[in-house]
Nanobody, 120 residues
Framework: QVQLVESGGGLVQAGGSLRLSCAASGTILRINSMAWYRRAPGKQRELVAAITNGGTINYADFVKGRFTISRDNTKNTVYLQMNSLKPEDTALYYC??????????????WGQGTQVTVSS
């Protein structure tokens, strides 16, 4: 059993900052990559940022220069530092992990989401 638990969402004014955290727990052999997605009201879920076990990072164009993804492999935790927030960043942010629970079982896991609301 694997669980992803996000925290750090909230209400912030435009231009402000928030830091999201996501901790993976349970039977984990290896985390291959972790990522943040978001879904705004009436829109499709979209990738925000991703980081592999080797440290390769990918950002969506709309967050480049404003958001920073990082990872603590010792804690199975991924972070998303969000600066210069805009009202259009308002969304439910989800954590995702591609991981092996053993050598034969690899799966894709999701957290329950944390709400980020940016007021203008």
């Amino acid at each position: 059993q694997v669980q992803l638990v996000e925290s750090g969402g909230g209400l912030v004014q435009a231009g402000g900052s928030l830091r999201l955290s996501c901790a993976a727990s349970g039977t984990i052999l290896r985390i291959n990559s972790m990522a943040w997605y978001r879904r705004a009201p009436g829109k499709q879920r979209e990738l925000v940022a991703a980081i592999t076990n080797g440290g390769t990072i990918n950002y969506a164009d709309f967050v480049k220069g404003r958001f920073t993804i990082s990872r603590d492999n010792t804690k199975n935790t991924v972070y998303l530092q969000m600066n210069s927030l805009k009202p259009e960043d308002t969304a439910l942010y989800y954590c995702n992990a591609d991981l092996n629970s053993n050598y034969f079982r690899r799966g894709d896991y999701w957290g329950q989401g944390t709400q980020v609301t940016v007021s203008s």
